[in-house]
């Protein structure tokens, strides 16, 4: 592929964080682009090779899929303690641009949704599903902007390959940026900070959920950790939940910069074990800094954007909480229904009944459904509730 330097300016940048390279199979739709679009901070030819090997799989600038193959450095960024989606972009951007933007990072970060853990119904695997719910508005607030969905394969030399999912619209990437003439795409090495969920070559998958809390502060002795830049982690470096446990443990989770709310994260791997991880609040604080880990009971193998920890019932997004309640009742429901296991066309049915239109709620509309098998290392992907067109990838 001929490549060459584009001028022009670097954009301000909205979003938060991730990186990685990968290979698989898309769609049957498949389709080659050519941007005439700045990239301003990259002189690389590599890199430069990089942005533009990007495919539009859906052919309406709605769903790309680009092959990650740079060094994203993984060790200095965990080793910085960058938490802020700020400076961390900013981290992030001076190790891997090759000169720096003249606008400050400017970043969004949110994550509504509904995920589960199931036995296929066969006896033959296991799976997780997962949507990804979050509204953006336009800036009147009256109404939304459906974002621009990518698939990024990572194969970090020293980590394991996987694919992952950003929503670019926090990244400043709206539907059919890579063509638009205006977007300069110098953010998209940034890329591997900013997954959302993903799945890695052992079938280990993780996603990141919103609670309505104050967002989680721990304050020991450990390199502080951001939410993406530990989804990042653990997409490279765990092969089961309890090595992403553990490994989690070894860092003080910091959700304050990456937004208004608390996150949990949910998980899965391809022996069957599933876990949620929250950051509660302990006695007399108000802050969440307590990790816990809620696995080993049918229960506990779905949720949406209310704590399940015993510990938060009574707080604001504790138990009681309507925050997500009716999808989860629905999800919960039918696994019992189930008997805790589903085919791969009932798991996709249920996020399809669980999935959200646009609506005032900051944390509606269904951006993608994602359904991992996490045996086989595949993903079928569906966009903004679009579920009689699927897509198919796999960690190769």
């Given at each position: 592929?001929?490549?060459?330097?584009?001028?022009?300016?670097?954009?301000?940048?909205?979003?938060?964080?991730?990186?990685?390279?990968?290979?698989a199979?898309?769609?049957?739709?498949?389709?080659?682009?050519?941007?005439?679009?700045?990239?301003?901070?990259?002189?690389?030819?590599?890199?430069?090779?990089?942005?533009?090997?990007?495919?539009?799989?859906?052919?309406?600038?709605?769903?790309?899929?680009i092959?990650?193959?740079?060094?994203?450095?993984?060790?200095?960024?965990?080793?910085?303690?960058?938490?802020?989606?700020?400076?961390?972009?900013?981290?992030?951007?001076?190790?891997?641009?090759?000169?720096?933007?003249?606008?400050?990072?400017?970043?969004?970060?949110?994550?509504?949704?509904?995920?589960?853990?199931?036995?296929?119904?066969?006896?033959?695997?296991?799976?997780?599903?997962?949507?990804?719910?979050?509204?953006?508005?336009?800036?009147?607030?009256k109404?939304?902007?459906?974002?621009?969905?990518?698939?990024?394969?990572?194969?970090?030399?020293?980590?394991?390959?996987?694919?992952?999912?950003?929503?670019?619209?926090?990244?400043?990437?709206?539907?059919?940026?890579?063509?638009?003439?205006?977007?300069?795409?110098?953010?998209?090495?940034?890329?591997?900070?900013?997954?959302?969920?993903?799945?890695?070559?052992?079938?280990?998958?993780?996603g990141?959920?919103?609670?309505?809390?104050?967002?989680?502060?721990?304050?020991?002795?450990?390199?502080?950790?951001?939410?993406?830049?530990?989804?990042?982690m653990?997409?490279?470096?765990?092969?089961?939940?309890?090595?992403?446990?553990e490994?989690l443990?070894?860092?003080?989770?910091?959700?304050?910069?990456?937004?208004?709310?608390?996150?949990?994260?949910?998980?899965?791997?391809?022996?069957?074990?599933?876990?949620?991880?929250e950051?509660?609040?302990?006695?007399?604080?108000?802050?969440?800094?307590?990790?816990?880990?809620?696995?080993?009971?049918?229960?506990?193998?779905?949720?949406?954007?209310?704590?399940?920890?015993?510990?938060?019932?009574?707080?604001?997004?504790?138990?009681?909480?309507?925050?997500?309640?009716?999808?989860?009742?629905?999800?919960?429901?039918?696994?019992?229904?189930?008997?805790?296991?589903?085919?791969?066309?009932?798991?996709?049915?249920?996020?399809?009944?669980?999935?959200?239109?646009?609506?005032l709620?900051?944390?509606?509309?269904?951006?993608w459904?994602?359904?991992?098998?996490?045996t086989?290392?595949?993903?079928?992907?569906?966009?903004?509730?679009?579920?009689?067109?699927?897509?198919n990838?796999?960690?190769?």
């Amino acid at each position: 592929m001929k490549t060459k330097h584009l001028t022009g300016k670097c954009l301000t940048m909205a979003m938060m964080g991730t990186m990685a390279f990968g290979t698989a199979a898309c769609s049957d739709d498949d389709y080659e682009l050519s941007t005439h679009n700045t990239i301003e901070c990259i002189t690389d030819a590599n890199k430069l090779a990089m942005i533009h090997s990007m495919k539009d799989i859906d052919g309406a600038g709605r769903l790309y899929e680009i092959n990650y193959t740079e060094d994203y450095k993984l060790d200095a960024v965990l080793q910085s303690g960058k938490t802020t989606t700020e400076d961390l972009f900013t981290y992030v951007a001076s190790l891997l641009y090759d000169q720096m933007p003249s606008h400050k990072v400017q970043l969004n970060y949110g994550a509504g949704c509904s995920a589960f853990a199931v036995p296929r119904a066969d006896g033959i695997g296991f799976l997780m599903g997962r949507n990804y719910d979050y509204r953006h508005f336009t800036p009147d607030k009256k109404s939304y902007v459906p974002t621009a969905a990518i698939l990024v394969h990572t194969a970090p030399k020293d980590g394991k390959k996987s694919i992952s999912m950003v929503d670019g619209m926090q990244m400043g990437y709206r539907q059919g940026f890579y063509t638009d003439g205006s977007s300069d795409l110098s953010m998209l090495m940034g890329l591997p900070y900013a997954a959302l969920d993903g799945i890695n070559e052992d079938g280990f998958a993780i996603g990141v959920l919103a609670l309505n809390e104050r967002p989680t502060t721990q304050e020991g002795n450990n390199t502080k950790i951001s939410t993406t830049v530990a989804i990042r982690m653990l997409l490279d470096r765990a092969s089961t939940v309890k090595e992403a446990v553990e490994m989690l443990r070894g860092y003080d989770m910091d959700m304050n910069g990456t937004g208004h709310s608390n996150y949990h994260f949910f998980m899965a791997d391809a022996t069957g074990d599933y876990a949620i991880v929250e950051y509660t609040i302990p006695a007399q604080d108000s802050i969440p800094r307590t990790m816990e880990v809620l696995t080993g009971n049918d229960t506990l193998r779905c949720v949406t954007n209310f704590y399940v920890s015993p510990t938060m019932v009574g707080t604001q997004d504790g138990w009681g909480s309507n925050h997500g309640k009716a999808r989860y009742e629905t999800i919960r429901n039918t696994l019992l229904y189930k008997n805790y296991t589903l085919k791969e066309d009932e798991a996709m049915s249920l996020l399809k009944a669980v999935s959200q239109p646009p609506t005032l709620e900051l944390t509606s509309q269904t951006q993608w459904s994602s359904l991992y098998n996490l045996t086989e290392r595949t993903l079928r992907l569906t966009i903004l509730r679009e579920y009689a067109r699927e897509f198919n990838f796999k960690v190769e």
